[in-house]
């Protein structure tokens, strides 16, 4: 089997901030409707997209949306050398970094020590209203209370592409069978994705794009999600924060 | 009515006296027992915790804890390693000190966990590049050995001592001590070193992360350092602690005088490491991760103020105060220096645990702060108040300061000699 | 955790860690193996007495574990290394040797008020022992632990035929629902028990082997300082404040434990009888 | 009764034993019986029928497990013999059009992803490699049930995760990511 | 044989625990716990089965976008759009929908209709429509026809089209053009080649994505909208249909009343192309309908729509009446299909239009809406429970016909209201749909499309019954683009295409999946609006 490095390109000027991409992420991967008491600090949104300004007011304000999702770190992801038990994982064949929720203490020391807040904590056992488990993917198994869980390229579409390839007799799955469900969904295109290995797949040209950068990327994290804009302030996000009385030009 | 159990030789309150001591204590762990139960059977979001903030006041105080229950396996090491004799009066409490601070913070620990049932996944499936993972092995491993320890201790109550097979086996224990001893100090080393490599790893955290040696990174050192300098300052001020709760001398001047030199002592190399560290991290690490460190400094309230008590109030005064001789000869200085010891070591881990979260990694990133929940905060005075029934218990029940019994009859070798040796028959 | 364990690799980190881990085991688990293998071993010998007193005696005051010859003067500050068993103590041998013991001061039995025949041997826990013509020794009580414990309420005598040994316990006496274990200051083995609380000595004892030993007992000329200095300890027990207790004038009463107040007696108990 | 204190020791021991050896393997398991007492040797042998007659493949390649009731209703919508078993089988279910609540003995948990295709198709292996001789048994046995984890008993015989990465070390699968088998 | 001691049990005990640590015992419960952890009490497993894929149409706004469900058993477990075509990110939900927790399951249907025909005799009917030109519209006004006093009331007059493709520049006094309004594959496909100048005393999202975002003071919208017309008037001379205050409105007092600078008034004002721009608002003011008429919108950008084909038989209805045109307290019973929604009439406009003890009977699956006025609230299927058609979308120049077909059973107790109100009006039952698809397909007029296999057929080949067949498989007509005029009522109508619902007004309509609640509230998408 051929190793395979799968990223995403979000360009940031295409993104319109609708929210499709963060309903149809929770919609695959079966994340459970919010608790009473839940708010945008104990949620899970394993896809989440933050509105970002240049800090300025008036007719000079500038603001873009920036969908943040685990940004699926290379080989040493800082998460996957802290987890005590082996439950995190960069998976040699894809380059996925898998969370398994059976193996998780709850321990969060990933959450810690991931720079991008990437990591969700299962605060509440998941409950959906009654009946509404019957539109659960089968494709994803619901986590328990008490794991940590992030996004993992809806790894249930890569395992439904390979049946689907078993079905028609290849080896290798078929491209286009495997797409994430926010790049599905997102109605301006401005999430890609494919193998950054494959120099012919749209994302490894994005990735060598002028305009493109990852973030954070002086930690060394080697993430595989490369964001795109055109705007050079916008392109300022991809560094380390600024202190308050600093802002973007 | 509970005399029988009380060691020969010393005295103790009432019975009464004693219930209405514990009697707020135990109030308290049965709240506080209440709390961490919500947090088991409800989950955590019992708790103020949330996904910015993964750690909160149950890791700082775990930290913390154990940082100042170090004084267990230096005061061991110091006395069966390094054999200074003198800290023979301390050991005890040092064992039951440390016993009470480990199991606390484990018991603490499986209540962080969101899923403690699979706690022993750890040992099971390690991943051995975690510092989490060694903290783990080490920590269980320390706290098995300290309760080996602390059985010879129990075994030696008035009552129990009677039953020839205990006294037979905490005789025989006690002379294979120092192999204890030595196993300690070694799982101390390693997990006092690898808490402060939990977050000296972080890369994603230019503010915690540092370089080292090999694996480790020096916060890893600093760790080691800073809690072997606070442990023995923990100890001393328990034992005045105790020592004026219970209106009795417990050991004599010159121990807490030891405590507080060793304590001074390594409190200055671990000062100057520090400094150095400080240095190095400003000006090469973080801004090679890209992070000026300034920044860190200008999300109030945490400003350079922080750094500045770390080092120099918390670490350098104290360190100053016990190892001035003059000073140390009187009580308050040794004291209230134990006390900053203390305090800077609580300080450092709070910067570690809590600031490290709270500070933004990316642009866009709010400052967030974190106040616990009740739940919380019971569950933390649960540990506190466990610590406080044991440490009673074992203080009333067991003979934690040997020197006590011999100030008890000191007194009355001042008396004159002729009251006794007059006697009417000779007259 | 094992190499059979999912996720497993034989790397460096996974062997050096766990081999420090299992090491740690191993050495704290021998350790209490082996320490639970020795107390069943010295159960086995009988030694509970002996290591019962070694612990006794390890958590006596540092002042009551003085040696012998300091209160002759010979030394200013010793403690007993060997639990006041003089009997495998090179020190007191050669002390022995090069000061042999003098002569009684005085042929008089009574001090301070107590009478100290010097017709035996004291034990450093009030009792003597006296050599019969018999060859059997006659073990008692003396006559300050007597007026200490006063009159007991229940003596617990060894049936015939017990075998003693030095420093392990000769007999119990009840007080107050206080159990005194008396030390014994000879080996032996037990003939009769006399039990006389007011008669002539409580045990007689036959010697076992190759007969007595009385070198861990006080000679005569050593009855005198050590009968001061217990008398001395004793008053430090009892008045733990600094009150003078003796106030009465000095003299003992002949029943202590009547005359003060509980802890106190006990206290005197525990010092007189070293017991810790 | 000198060794009397060794002999309540050992007696606890003995009973310890007992009843975590004896005892513990068959109270950790809740029994149910099977809706239909189904004879998968009567098709097999014989019906002449194969395991992938009724435990088909879908087209896209997933697993289609054990067929629902219209299978089963394609040849026994009357009987086909005189056997009471089927007689109930067709009064209790066919005729009502109530799919049978089967337990699956192999069932793996929801958070195991197993393919069959990969297994059967790809790799070629045969059904008996890992469901033995299923396939020839007369009777279903009683379904086990393990009363704390819920998973079924047969896991433990031969379906574990260990047993699955034996067999893929063994054939040279070697070590792979968790997220191959776990969803 | 001695007493049994405490030394025994303790001995017992300890040689029990010993021979424990040699059996299986402990060691399974340590781990039998550990996996009971990964599915204890609560947690789901999800339902196994057959994949299979369905096409339907959207029916929770006028856009009416196409549906692939992924679904398992027959039950969805997730939507997309099709290529071209994304669902916007309630879409996305709404498999979710039917398990609401605020969901009215039961009501009192026998009494409801009971109340009704009590009263129907004597009283004037009006049955208020939240999605007009819908067929089960045509049903209510037939039905109101059949009955002695009878009102078809919609919640928004007729409403033209909006033909994007002509837009140039789009002036937006705080209509939420890229935040559900409009089909988004229509408005993000034509957003490359229009201006947006999003005039809105808030940071919107909308605000946020525009290419100029004009913050003006809170209230001072007609202000602008006047300014700017005094700049067109001036600088056009074409002024005429303007009314005469706008003459008041020079660019320095609109600067000063709008807090915006001078010159940005004026440079706005003269972006707007005659002909190529678009003037939208968020509510109803007629400065907006002027200063599109002034632009020349009208016919460019602002268009007309041919009707779909009705049977011929039901041009005998009633028509649509407007809420001021009802004389007020004339309505005694009041029906009102909340089961889809695109308008909304505050109950201030119609409470005076209520007879004295009006019955009022709505039709919803939550009591979020009318249902807090209503004596009966009778509960209905929401999507994808109903089948339903939805008009033609706001930016469709091309008059349509989509089915939302049932992805999933509607509940039991379930009413349809056209059901309901054509049996109280005595009108013959008939399956209104079909004989509306048969009218259209005997048209001949236009193509069919079909989803699932992407092909667009002429309707004139079409059997009736293939027909039929396929618009309930996913499939859609169009018909032949045929520009008409606008009708000359919508244009005078105030409320020119400014129907949107925003996440806040979905949020206070009514219920939504709980799943996007949940992402309102835990994520900071919508946080700042």
């Given at each position: 089997m051929t190793g395979k490095r799968y990223g995403m390109s979000i360009d940031i000027d295409r993104c319109t901030g609708c929210g499709a991409c963060m309903v149809a992420c929770a919609v695959e991967n079966n994340v459970p409707p919010a608790p009473e008491g839940a708010t945008d600090r104990k949620g899970i949104t394993w896809m989440r997209v933050f509105p970002v300004d240049n800090g300025r007011d008036g007719p000079d304000r500038k603001s873009v949306f920036v969908p943040m999702l685990c940004q699926q770190c290379g080989q040493d992801a800082p998460c996957v050398s802290v987890c005590p038990q082996q439950a995190v994982q960069v998976d040699p064949a894809t380059g996925i970094v898998g969370q398994m929720p059976e193996r998780c203490l709850g321990c969060r020391y990933c959450m810690a020590a991931c720079p991008y807040h990437a990591r969700y904590f299962n605060w509440w056992d998941p409950a959906w209203p009654a009946g509404m488990e019957k539109t659960l993917n089968p494709n994803v198994a619901p986590r328990m209370r008490g794991v940590v869980e992030k996004c993992n390229f809806c790894h249930g579409r890569w395992h439904a592409a390979k049946e689907r390839a078993v079905g028609r007799g290849a080896r290798e799955i078929d491209p286009a069978d495997y797409v994430p469900a926010c790049v599905e969904a997102c109605p301006t295109a401005a999430i890609r994705f494919g193998d950054l290995n494959d120099p012919r797949s749209p994302v490894a040209q994005a990735a060598q794009q002028s305009g493109s950068f990852r973030l954070l990327e002086k930690l060394g994290t080697e993430p595989k999600i490369y964001y795109h804009s055109a705007r050079e302030w916008v392109r300022e996000i991809g560094r380390a924060p600024a202190g308050k009385e600093q802002v973007h030009g | 009515m509970d005399r029988q159990l009380i060691a020969r030789g010393v005295r103790r309150c009432s019975t009464p006296q004693f219930l209405l001591w514990i009697l707020p204590w135990a109030a308290l762990f049965?709240?506080?027992?209440?709390?961490?139960?919500?947090?088991?059977?409800?989950?955590?979001?019992?708790?103020?915790?949330?996904?910015?903030?993964?750690?909160?006041?149950?890791?700082?105080?775990?930290?913390?804890?154990?940082?100042?229950?170090?004084?267990?396996?230096?005061?061991?090491?110091?006395?069966?390693?390094?054999?200074?004799k003198d800290l023979d009066a301390?050991?005890?409490?040092?064992?039951?000190?440390?016993?009470?601070?480990?199991?606390?913070?484990?018991?603490?620990?499986?209540?962080?966990?969101?899923?403690?049932?699979?706690?022993?996944?750890?040992?099971?499936?390690?991943?051995?590049?975690?510092?989490?993972?060694?903290?783990?092995?080490?920590?269980?491993?320390?706290?098995?050995?300290?309760?080996?320890?602390?059985?010879?201790?129990?075994?030696?109550?008035?009552?129990?001592?009677?039953?020839?097979?205990?006294?037979?086996?905490?005789?025989?224990?006690?002379k294979l001590i120092y192999v204890l001893a030595g196993v300690g100090t070694f799982l101390s080393f390693f997990h006092q070193g690898s808490l402060g490599g939990l977050f000296g790893v972080l890369r994603g955290h230019p503010f915690a992360f540092r370089e080292g040696l090999a694996v480790w990174p020096s916060t890893f050192f600093l760790f080691i350092l800073s809690a072997a300098a606070v442990g023995p300052s923990f100890i001393l001020f328990t034992t005045w602690l105790i020592s004026k709760l219970s209106g009795k001398r417990l050991?004599?001047?010159?121990?807490?005088?030891?405590?507080?030199?060793?304590?001074?002592?390594?409190?200055?190399?671990?000062?100057?490491?520090?400094?150095?560290?400080?240095?190095?991290?400003?000006?090469?690490?973080?801004?090679?991760?890209?992070?000026?460190?300034?920044e860190y400094f200008a999300w109030q309230p945490f400003g350079t103020w922080i750094l500045f008590a770390e080092i120099v109030v918390f670490g350098l005064a104290p360190a100053l105060i016990l190892l001035t001789p003059r000073l140390r000869l009187r009580t308050?200085?040794?004291?209230?220096?134990?006390?900053?010891?203390?305090?800077?070591?609580?300080?450092?881990?709070?910067?570690?645990?809590?600031?490290?979260?709270?500070?933004?990694?990316?642009?866009?990133?709010?400052?967030?702060?974190?106040?616990?929940?009740?739940?919380?905060?019971?569950?933390?005075?649960?540990?506190?108040?466990?610590?406080?029934?044991?440490?009673?218990?074992?203080?009333?029940?067991?003979?934690?300061?040997?020197?006590?019994?011999?100030?008890?009859?000191?007194?009355?070798?001042?008396?004159?000699?002729?009251?006794?040796?007059?006697?009417?028959?000779?007259? | 955790m094992f190499p059979w364990n999912y996720g497993f690799h034989w790397s460096t980190g996974n062997v050096l860690f766990l081999g420090a881990f299992y090491?740690?085991?191993?050495?704290?688990?021998?350790?209490?193996?082996?320490?639970?293998?020795?107390?069943?071993?010295?159960?086995?010998?009988?030694?509970?007495?002996?290591?019962?007193?070694?612990?006794?005696?390890?958590?006596?005051?540092?002042?009551?574990?003085?040696?012998?010859?300091?209160?002759?003067?010979?030394?200013?500050?010793?403690e007993c290394p060997n639990a006041f068993d003089c009997r495998q103590c090179e020190t007191h041998a050669r002390l022995v040797a090069l000061h042999p013991p003098e002569a009684p001061p005085e042929s008089g039995e009574e001090l301070l008020g107590m009478s100290f025949p010097l017709d035996r041997f004291y034990h450093r826990g009030h009792t003597w022992a006296r050599l019969g013509p018999d060859g059997a020794v006659t073990i008692g009580l003396d006559e300050l632990g007597r007026r200490v414990l006063g009159v007991p309420d229940a003596v617990d005598l060894p049936a015939p035929g017990t075998r003693l040994r030095v420093n392990g316990p000769a007999w119990h006496i009840h007080k107050r629902n206080r159990d005194v274990r008396v030390l014994s200051p000879a080996d032996g083995e037990v003939v009769e028990a006399t039990g006389g609380i007011g008669g002539d000595g409580y045990l007689r004892v036959k010697p076992v082997g190759r007969g007595f030993d009385f070198r861990n007992l006080l000679a005569p000329c050593e009855v005198k300082p050590w009968l001061l200095r217990e008398v001395e300890r004793l008053q430090g027990a009892l008045s733990a404040e600094g009150v003078p207790t003796l106030a009465d004038g000095g003299v003992l009463l002949p029943d202590l434990s009547t005359a003060y107040p509980q802890a106190d007696w006990d206290a005197a108990c525990d010092a007189m009888f070293l017991q810790a | 009764m000198k060794h009397r204190s060794t002999y309540v020791f050992l007696s606890g021991v003995l009973i310890a034993l007992g009843a975590g050896w004896a005892g513990f393997p068959y109270a950790i398991y809740e029994s149910r019986p099977q809706p239909v007492d189904f004879s998968h040797k009567v098709h097999t042998g014989a019906g002449g029928m194969k395991c992938d007659d009724c435990h088909q493949l879908r087209p896209d390649g997933t697993f289609a497990g054990i067929p629902r009731l219209e299978k089963c209703a394609g040849c026994h919508a009357a009987a086909m013999g005189s056997t009471a078993e089927e007689k109930q089988f067709i009064d209790g279910y066919v005729t009502p059009k109530r799919e049978v609540a089967w337990s699956v003995y192999a069932r793996q948990p929801g958070n195991v992803y197993f393919p069959h295709g990969a297994h059967v198709k790809q790799a070629g292996l045969s059904c008996e490699r890992c469901h033995g001789k299923h396939g020839q048994t007369e009777t279903l046995r009683p379904y086990q049930e393990d009363r704390i984890s819920g998973y079924s008993r047969d896991i433990w015989r031969g379906l574990t995760m260990g047993d699955c990465v034996a067999c893929h070390e063994q054939h040279g699968i070697g070590q792979q990511g968790c997220l191959d088998c776990h969803k | 044989m001695r007493k049994t001691t405490r030394r025994d049990i303790f001995k017992f005990a300890a040689g029990s625990a010993a021979g424990l640590v040699f059996t299986p015992a402990p060691w399974r419960l340590i781990t039998?716990?550990?996996?009971?952890?990964?599915?204890?009490?609560?947690?789901?497993?999800?339902?196994?089965?057959?994949?299979?894929?369905?096409?339907?149409?959207?029916?929770?706004?006028?856009?009416?976008?196409?549906v692939r469900a992924r679904c398992v058993n027959d039950q969805p477990v997730s939507l997309s759009g099709l290529a071209g075509s994304p669902l916007c990110a309630f879409g996305l939900a709404g498999h979710q929908l039917p398990y609401h927790t605020g969901r009215v399951k039961t009501g009192a249907i026998e009494e409801a209709l009971a109340a009704i025909a009590q009263r129907r005799s004597h009283d004037a009917v009006a049955v208020l429509d939240l999605r007009p030109g819908r067929t089960a519209s045509w049903t209510y006004r037939r039905a109101m026809a059949a009955l002695p006093r009878g009102f078809y009331l919609a919640a928004q007059s007729a409403i033209p089209a909006v033909n994007l493709d002509q837009v140039r520049t789009l002036l937006s006094f705080g209509a939420p053009v890229l935040d559900g309004w409009g089909t988004p594959s229509t408005v993000l496909a034509a957003r490359s080649h229009f201006r947006l100048i999003q005039a809105e005393p808030l940071e919107s999202h909308t605000a946020m994505l525009a290419d100029l975002w004009l913050p003006l003071r809170k209230g001072s919208e007609q202000a602008l909208a006047l300014g700017i017309a005094h700049v067109l008037m001036q600088e056009q001379n074409a002024g005429a249909s303007f009314p005469a205050e706008a003459t008041a409105y020079s660019p320095?007092?609109?600067?000063?009343?709008?807090g915006l600078p001078e010159a940005q008034i004026v440079s706005v004002a003269r972006e707007l192309a005659p002909g190529g721009a678009l003037v939208l608002a968020s509510q109803e003011w007629p400065e907006i309908l002027q200063l599109n008429r002034l632009l020349g919108s009208v016919a460019h950008t602002i268009v007309g729509r041919r009707e779909t084909p009705v049977p011929a038989s039901w041009k005998k209805a009633a028509p649509v009446t407007a809420i001021e045109a009802v004389p007020d307290g004339s309505i005694g019973v009041l029906l009102i299909d909340e089961s889809v929604c695109d308008g909304y009439l505050p109950w201030n406009a119609i409470e005076p239009k209520l007879a004295p003890a009006?019955?009022?009977?709505?039709?919803?699956?939550?009591?979020?809406?009318?249902?807090?006025?209503a004596r009966f609230t009778l509960p209905t299927a929401v999507y994808p429970e109903m089948t339903d058609d939805i008009p033609p979308a706001l930016d469709s120049a091309a008059a349509t016909f989509r089915l939302a077909t049932p992805l999933v059973a509607a509940p039991a107790g379930a009413v349809e209201p056209a059901r309901f109100i054509a049996q109280l009006a005595g009108l013959p039952p008939a399956d209104a749909l079909r004989e509306r698809t048969d009218a259209i397909q005997s048209s001949g007029r236009g193509v069919l499309r079909t989803y699932a296999d992407g092909k667009s057929i002429p309707v004139k080949g079409v059997k009736p019954d293939d027909f039929w067949k396929v618009l309930n498989e996913g499939g859609c007509w169009v018909d032949a683009p045929d520009p008409v005029e606008p009708p000359a009522s919508a244009c005078q109508s105030s409320s020119a295409a400014v129907v949107a619902m925003t996440w806040e007004m979905r949020l206070a309509r009514g219920p939504m999946s709980p799943l996007l609640s949940k992402l309102y509230e835990e994520s900071n998408l919508r946080v700042r609006l």
């Open positions: - | 049965a709240f506080g027992l209440y709390c961490a139960g919500l947090c088991l059977v409800k989950g955590l979001n019992q708790t103020n915790m949330d996904n910015r903030f993964a750690f909160g006041l149950w890791i700082f105080v775990d930290l913390t804890i154990i940082a100042l229950g170090a004084g267990a396996f230096f005061t061991g090491f110091l006395l069966y390693i390094l054999k200074l301390v050991i005890n409490s040092a064992v039951v000190i440390g016993f009470v601070c480990y199991s606390g913070a484990v018991a603490a620990l499986l209540v962080d966990v969101g899923q403690p049932l699979r706690a022993w996944f750890t040992f099971w499936y390690p991943n051995v590049h975690s510092m989490l993972t060694e903290v783990t092995f080490c920590i269980t491993c320390y706290l098995a050995v300290l309760l080996i320890e602390y059985l010879p201790i129990v075994l030696r109550n008035r009552k129990l001592r009677e039953v020839p097979g205990f006294l037979v086996f905490e005789f025989e224990l006690h050991v004599r001047p010159q121990v807490l005088q030891l405590l507080g030199r060793i304590s001074g002592l390594l409190l200055g190399v671990y000062v100057l490491a520090k400094t150095v560290d400080t240095l190095i991290w400003i000006n090469r690490t973080s801004p090679g991760a890209g992070f000026p460190a300034q308050n200085w040794l004291v209230s220096a134990a006390v900053l010891a203390c305090l800077g070591v609580a300080l450092n881990r709070f910067v570690m645990t809590l600031q490290t979260l709270a500070l933004p990694t990316l642009s866009f990133d709010r400052y967030l702060s974190y106040w616990p929940s009740w739940q919380e905060t019971g569950t933390f005075l649960a540990v506190v108040a466990f610590g406080v029934l044991v440490y009673s218990f074992s203080f009333r029940y067991l003979l934690l300061f040997p020197q006590e019994r011999e100030f008890r009859q000191e007194p009355a070798a001042q008396v004159s000699e002729t009251a006794v040796m007059d006697p009417v028959g000779r007259s | 090491t740690v085991l191993v050495v704290v688990a021998t350790t209490v193996a082996s320490a639970i293998l020795r107390a069943r071993r010295a159960v086995a010998a009988q030694q509970t007495d002996a290591i019962r007193w070694r612990s006794d005696f390890h958590d006596l005051p540092p002042r009551d574990r003085v040696c012998r010859h300091v209160l002759t003067g010979e030394f200013q500050v010793r | - | 039998d716990t550990a996996l009971w952890s990964e599915n204890w009490p609560g947690i789901p497993r999800p339902a196994r089965g057959q994949t299979r894929t369905r096409f339907t149409h959207c029916a929770l706004c006028s856009a009416g976008c196409a320095a007092r609109t600067a000063q009343l709008t009006p019955l009022v009977v709505t039709f919803a699956s939550s009591r979020a809406g009318y249902g807090r006025y």
